[in-house]
């Protein structure tokens, strides 16, 4: 197959064009996520997990052994895989570090033909970055280059010069390189692929609050952090007020001090990985939305994944955002409504190859 024109370039900036020294500016952004509470608070499930792929072995009448730190190995007709938390271990470690790379990945992408946003890989010391940013009114998507997930540094749409400076900062803090991605809006959602076949798929929204008539958007959304902490390992994660969060409220016209009214809806993130089980649900995608998630797969080889799509408002699919290698499992359970039994379903995958 032919290779298609890359459309994620690289802008290279002349010297005068850096500030002088990007350790001092890396100092300024990890100084600006301290004061943004950008920090992640992860959730651990690695009881979660493990009570998952046990109950999943016990059901099939498989052997799983516990080794120790979370590992788990299946014996199988085709031999034996370890399992860890969301790892597991059909794919190679190279293939895993090749796919946290975006720049690989968009090219592997591209050039199988699925369909992809246009991007830029711009230094982050450039002053030229801001320019860049601006001439399309700062509706990009700003994120890391590399060795990131979970929406980690991650900015949609700031839509101002100070939201695009912070988001750069926190990008910044994961690297000297960040992408500024065209949005694309529409319903994101992830399919899960195995060997080619998409085998379920979620519909992730973004995290909302819903207005009390007293509580301002900070607190309302330090209520609902507080609601997931109180779930454990059952929780989707935390909502950040960074950056993200900033540029969300402001979309709608809101402050975090603002007083939303009683029953009012404010979304407060643009990732799609913020949101709760109440804002994730199963869904069925059409025959051509499933070839092109099951073709992304393809392109970058893996075997197990999770592929984010955005479809519109016909339920095609308008983009591929990204191909996880270590998808988060629990997407598919913890859901609001029947969830699907995907320890059940990947373990018997495994061991029948």
């Known amino acids: 197959m032919t290779g298609l024109p890359l459309r994620c370039k690289p802008t290279t900036a002349r010297s005068t064009d850096t500030v002088s020294s990007a350790d001092r500016l890396l100092t300024i952004v990890g100084r600006g996520r301290r004061s943004l509470g950008g920090g992640s608070r992860i959730i651990n499930r690695h009881a979660y997990y493990h009570d998952g792929w046990t109950a999943a ?6 052997e799983l052994t516990d080794l120790g730190s979370g590992f788990l190995r299946l014996i199988h007709t085709g031999g034996a895989t370890i399992f860890r938390d969301a790892v597991v271990g059909v794919d190679d470690i190279a293939t895993y570090q090749m796919v946290g790379d975006k720049l690989v990945t968009d ?5 199988a033909g699925v369909p992809r946003l246009s991007c830029q890989i711009h230094s982050a010391t450039s002053r030229a970055l801001l320019s860049e940013l601006g001439r399309d009114g700062w ?3 700003i994120k890391p280059v590399a060795d990131t997930g979970g929406g980690q540094g991650v900015t949609v749409s700031p839509g101002s010069r100070r939201l695009a400076l912070r988001a750069i900062m926190e990008a910044s803090a994961y690297g000297t390189q960040i992408m500024s991605e065209d949005h694309q809006p529409g319903r994101v959602c992830r399919a899960l692929v195995f060997d080619g076949e998409v085998i379920d798929t979620v519909v992730r929204d973004p995290a909302q609050v819903i207005g009390d008539g007293e509580s301002s958007v900070a607190e309302l959304v330090k209520l609902e952090n507080q609601r997931r902490m109180a779930l454990g390992d059952r929780s ?4 950040e007020t960074g950056t993200d969060f900033l540029a969300a409220v402001s ?3 809101q402050r975090r001090s603002d007083i939303p009214l009683h029953d009012q809806l404010v979304t407060v993130s643009g990732r799609s990985n913020s949101g709760s089980e109440l804002e994730s649900r199963r869904l069925t995608l059409g025959a051509p939305a499933k070839a092109i998630a099951s073709l992304a797969a393809e392109a970058v080889g893996v075997r197990l994944a999770g592929v984010d799509l955005v479809l519109d408002d016909t339920g095609a699919v308008a983009a591929v955002l990204e191909v996880n290698t270590t ?8 859901v609001n409504g029947e969830p699907y039994d995907v320890f059940v379903e990947v373990m018997r995958r495994v061991a029948a190859q």
């Open 107 to 111: 090219r592997l992408l591209r050039q």
């Open 139 to 141: 509706k990009q998507v």
């Open 251 to 253: 979309r709608q016209e």
């Open 236 to 239: 989707t994660g935390f909502i």
């Open 327 to 334: 998808p988060g499992l629990h997407w598919h359970s913890l």
């Open 57 to 62: 072995a016990l059901q099939l009448g498989h």
